[in-house]
């Protein structure tokens, strides 16, 4: 398995876009638990977005973010009709509900001994078949969901960091940076203030490490509309700085783009307008310029 969770490896089938009952692929999300599985986040027909596994999907465990069990149990029940018999001496579970599951229809008997089986759909939206002594005796409550972790560990996704970050510098007031984002009337939309899950499905996953999020309109909110990956360097081409823009026979950049065109660094540019240089002298390399000192 690869050393990254975030990067889906070649032995891992890629399921974007594919539909799996309401569900529609998404992005990858990442490989989570002790036993590394692959997890997608996916969205439900009725618009609902969850992580889900890709054994479960694979496995038709998973129809759909638990939408299709309420419409089932909000329509009168209809007996199953297939050729499976409930013999007499066999309670009918139809219907009834035990801990997260809810009974749908009758499975059979196995073959080699006289237990019922019944069909049954958890509060997660998985589909799960139990026997009728582990429902009756509260031994099947669940699909499984309530002794596993549905959810992915968020802790080791890169994205829900930055997410994390971005809320704190825009709403803690103590956090250290939020004289210049919050103190500046930065925001958060509500959309991503509520939702990792959402922030991810606008955003996608960062296209490597060296990726962060950046404003687009560095007075504009993170936003779908105003937020993208980018370097170091892209970001530095859109940094907040007073001062920045310089115009010299015509041309007006910023600071860090008239470095980049003479071949010196952004800083040695920066300290010579603050110290009171005329721009032409001050966009002399500083190779160049002791040449022409010592000349």
């Known amino acids: 398995m690869s050393n990254n969770p975030t990067i889906l490896h070649p032995r891992t089938k890629d399921l974007t876009g594919q539909r799996f009952g309401r569900w529609q692929i998404l992005i990858f999300a990442g490989y989570f638990s002790k036993k590394p599985s692959a997890y997608w986040l996916c969205i439900c027909r009725c618009g609902n977005k969850k992580f889900v596994s890709a054994s479960s999907l694979l496995r038709g465990n998973t129809e759909s973010c638990g939408c299709l069990q309420r419409e089932i149990l909000s329509t009168p029940h209809k007996k199953a009709t297939n050729s499976l018999t409930l013999e007499r001496r066999t309670q009918n579970l139809t219907g009834q509900r035990f801990g997260r599951l809810v009974v749908l229809e009758f499975a059979g008997y ?14 997660c939206g998985e589909t799960f078949i139990a026997y009728a002594t582990r429902l009756m005796r509260g031994h099947a409550r669940s699909c499984g969901c309530m002794k596993r972790t549905q959810r992915p560990d968020l802790r080791r996704i890169p994205e829900y960091y930055i997410w994390c970050g971005m809320k704190q510098r825009c709403n803690n007031p103590k956090a250290d940076n939020y004289t210049y984002y919050g103190g500046r009337g930065i925001k958060v939309c509500q959309r991503w203030q509520k939702s990792f899950e959402a922030f991810l499905g606008d955003m996608g996953r960062r296209l490597s490490p060296k990726h962060t999020i950046d404003r687009i309109d560095n007075n504009g909110p993170y936003s779908p509309e105003n937020c993208r990956w980018a370097t170091h360097s892209e970001q530095m081409q859109n940094i907040r700085m007073i001062g920045t823009m310089l115009t010299f026979e015509g041309k007006t950049q910023n600071i860090t783009m008239w470095a980049r065109e003479k071949g010196m660094g952004p800083e040695t540019l920066r300290r010579r307008i603050k110290s009171g240089w ?5 966009l002399i390399p500083p190779e160049y310029k002791s040449q022409e000192i010592s000349s």
Not at 113 to 119: E, L, P, S
Request: hydrophobic residues 35%.
């Open 110 to 123: 196995p073959p080699g001994h006289g237990w019922a089986q019944w069909r049954c759909i958890c509060d």
């Open 278 to 282: 005329d721009i032409a002298r001050a």
